[in-house]
């Protein structure tokens, strides 16, 4: 049992904050809704023993929060029907999401209820509350505050007379803990289809070229995903694109480049199997091949595949991938403009896929690929820091792209502030001026930006059109955008 007090929800955070969100499949904890772990608070004990939680230890020792957005499971719900008037009046839905929970039980009296909970029961007097509002306050008081089990909202702002004129039960149904969607090393194709189902249906919403995505995630920023359940190799074709429409639109939405990193279970043990087989060298040309297959578009600058597995801090879990000691690394200790090739990894304590060989890092690399490998001062190192994107070198590159975006942010925020107000050629030359003193003190002794250039190439009273272009030492090629902006509504960027 978890209570709600141990959880932190995104809407009592700055709406400016930048997260680093862990999706995937857990036993227990909210369901579709992202939430976080108060300090101190086991993950393994509102989590259960999943991967989800050894991702989420593996985050706060870079000092991180991250958001949890589990996939799978379902909240047990019932329906109260106010008995005089013959109308549903209250929905009660469980706090925890698990089998047991459909135990629950509302002992209802004319003159009060019972909450029988799996640990706690509370008694609510109708003669104590002015109208139904105060007593559902008090219901999802007990919920916020307390260990209450379940939480209420109104369906139909009723009297409280009349509510229950018999004695009754009212017993809650569908709590399920989603078990069956857990990934395990037995799990067959179906289940595979079933998991993929419930991801896509989690995160992208749509058909063809018109996808979205509309989750509860709409309004944070959301910098980072990690995915903390199928790997790779089990489906690359599904879970690229699923993932690549996710954060493709993520980051039209937020205006700021959102990326999404998926482990993989190869090369998670010794390079030899008990027949001294050799298991690298398939699953390296697999993994070429799974590359090859994959139909190029810009949803794949926002996949990073991470290769390479840590001991797991639980050691019944054996292994985890490094996936999130990457992603964690990146989010709390790097800039947007500085690359993660070559940097150190601290919670990586021992490695079990350095075996693989020069050339073959060499190749997994030049696909996209970031292989996790060690070094002689740093430990253990992401050996290159690419994207799965490689139909322009310059896309591939996550620093370049996350660096571009902040800043196009930046730039654009100059106009959004004038959001509202007629669009005069002295209001723009004001803001043209802004933005050119911005440009000037970021390019100063910046270590990706040679030069940027920007020009108004279209002007009207009712918008404005720009175009910029950002010059990279070491690039022969510039990387462009251009956006619009409209007084009425915020500027719309094109890249």
């Given at each position: 049992m978890y209570s709600h007090n141990q959880l932190i929800f995104p809407s009592h955070l700055e709406k400016n904050s930048r997260f680093l969100v862990l999706a995937g499949f857990s036993l227990n904890g909210p369901v579709g809704t992202p939430f976080g772990l108060r300090d101190g608070v086991d993950p393994?004990?509102?989590?259960?023993?999943?991967?989800?939680?050894?991702?989420?230890?593996?985050?706060?020792?870079?000092?991180?929060?991250?958001?949890?957005?589990?996939?799978?499971?379902?909240?047990?719900?019932?329906?109260?029907?106010h008995e005089e008037q013959g109308v549903p009046v209250l929905r009660f839905k469980t706090v925890e999401a698990h089998d047991e929970c459909n135990n629950i039980m509302i002992h209802l009296f004319p003159t009060h209820m019972v909450v029988k909970g799996l640990y706690t029961s509370y008694s609510y007097y109708f003669a104590d509350y002015k109208n139904l509002h105060e007593?559902?306050?008090?219901?999802?008081?007990?919920?916020?505050?307390?260990?209450?089990?379940?939480?209420?909202?109104?369906?139909?702002?009723?009297?409280?007379?009349?509510?229950?004129?018999?004695?009754?039960?009212?017993?809650?149904?569908?709590?399920?803990?989603?078990?069956?969607?857990?990934?395990?090393?037995?799990?067959?194709?179906?289940?595979?289809?079933?998991?993929?189902?419930?991801?896509?249906?989690?995160?992208?919403?749509?058909?063809?070229?018109?996808?979205?995505?509309?989750?509860?995630l709409i309004g944070y920023t959301t910098d980072t995903v990690v995915f903390t359940d199928i790997p790779y190799e089990k489906a690359p074709a599904a879970l690229t694109s699923i993932f690549g429409e996710f954060?493709?639109?993520?980051?039209?939405?937020?205006?700021?480049?959102?990326?999404?990193?998926?482990?993989?279970?190869?090369?998670?043990?010794?390079?030899?199997?008990?027949?001294?087989?050799?298991t690298y060298t398939g699953a390296v040309l697999a993994l070429l091949d799974y590359k090859n297959q994959l139909a190029e578009g810009t949803y794949l600058q926002h996949i990073e595949v991470v290769l390479g597995s840590q001991d797991a801090i639980n050691a019944e879990k054996g292994a985890v991938s490094c996936a999130?000691?990457?992603?964690?690394?990146?989010?709390?200790?790097?800039?947007?403009?500085?690359?993660?090739t070559n940097k150190g990894l601290p919670t990586v304590g021992s490695l079990l896929s350095k075996e693989l060989e020069q050339d073959e890092v060499a190749?997994?690399?030049?696909?996209?690929?970031?292989?996790?490998?060690?070094?002689?001062?740093?430990?253990?190192v992401p050996f290159s820091s690419k994207n799965l994107y490689s139909q322009y070198p310059l896309f591939s590159k996550p620093n370049y792209l996350r660096s571009i975006h902040y800043d196009v942010r930046r730039i654009t925020g100059f106009f959004n502030q004038h959001i509202g107000e007629p669009l005069s050629i002295t209001l723009l030359q004001s803001?043209?001026?802004?933005?050119?003193?911005?440009?000037?003190?970021?390019?100063?002794?910046?270590?990706?930006?040679?030069n940027?250039?920007?020009?108004?190439?279209?002007?009207?009273?009712?918008?404005?059109?720009?175009?910029?272009?950002?010059?990279?030492?070491?690039?022969?090629?510039?990387?462009?955008?251009?956006?619009?902006?409209?007084?009425?509504?915020?500027?719309s960027v094109q890249w």
């Open positions: 393994y004990e509102v989590l259960g023993n999943c991967p989800m939680a050894e991702n989420l230890v593996i985050a706060r020792q870079y000092g991180i929060t991250p958001l949890i957005l589990r996939l799978n499971g379902t909240h047990g719900e019932a329906t109260l029907m007593m559902v306050f008090a219901i999802n008081q007990h919920h916020a505050f307390a260990q209450g089990e379940i939480e209420v909202e109104i369906l139909n702002a009723l009297p409280l007379s009349g509510l229950c004129i018999t004695e009754k039960y009212l017993s809650f149904e569908n709590a399920d803990d989603g078990y069956h969607y857990m990934t395990t090393p037995e799990d067959t194709e179906d289940k595979m289809q079933m998991q993929l189902e419930l991801l896509r249906g989690s995160m992208i919403e749509g058909e063809g070229n018109d996808l979205y995505y509309a989750g509860e954060a493709k639109a993520k980051t039209e939405e937020q205006n700021l480049f959102c990326s999404v990193i998926i482990g993989s279970d190869y090369f998670s043990g010794p390079r030899l199997d008990e027949n001294e087989e050799d999130a000691s990457y992603a964690s690394m990146r989010f709390s200790q790097l800039k947007f403009y500085e690359s993660a190749k997994l690399s030049g696909s996209g690929y970031i292989c996790i490998v060690p070094s002689i001062k740093k430990g253990f803001i043209l001026q802004q933005v050119n003193t911005f440009s000037e003190e970021l390019l100063d002794n910046h270590p990706l930006y040679k940027l250039f920007i020009e108004v190439i279209d002007y009207s009273p009712q918008q404005v059109s720009l175009s910029l272009a950002f010059e990279l030492y070491g690039e022969v090629e510039s990387i462009r955008t251009s956006f619009t902006y409209t007084p009425s509504s915020e500027v």
